[in-house]
């Protein structure tokens, strides 16, 4: 009985897990709304930035699957990062851009937060 309920447990946490992994595109959809729901892009640039975030998110998990390490993962994240944002600058008026960048920094202290709040439960 207790093995059965262990594999059962196992199951349904394994596919929970895997059920989070988004696609490429899903990211990239998110991303877009979201920056849609906060900046108010025009339908043009809507379009331009879920391209922009497709070919980001394409790239990041592209890359992912070759299993790098946490050390050049995180490297080649931030390069794509940077890329996007150099994207972004391009497409986004300047009052957008700069809202765009207030948000990034306010979700970067947010996850600092998040990580301290972590460390201290350790």
Sequence with gaps: MNKLFLALAFIFFSTAAFADKKTAAEKAKDKTEEMQKNLQLTPEQNKKIYEVNFKAYTSISD????????????????????????????????TQYKKYKDLKKKEKEEEKKLDELKQDKK
């Design 63 to 94: 890359y992912d699957a070759k299993d790098p390490g946490k050390k050049l993962k995180k490297k080649q994240k931030k390069i794509v990062q940077d890329l996007r944002d150099d994207q972004y600058k391009k497409i986004l008026t300047s």
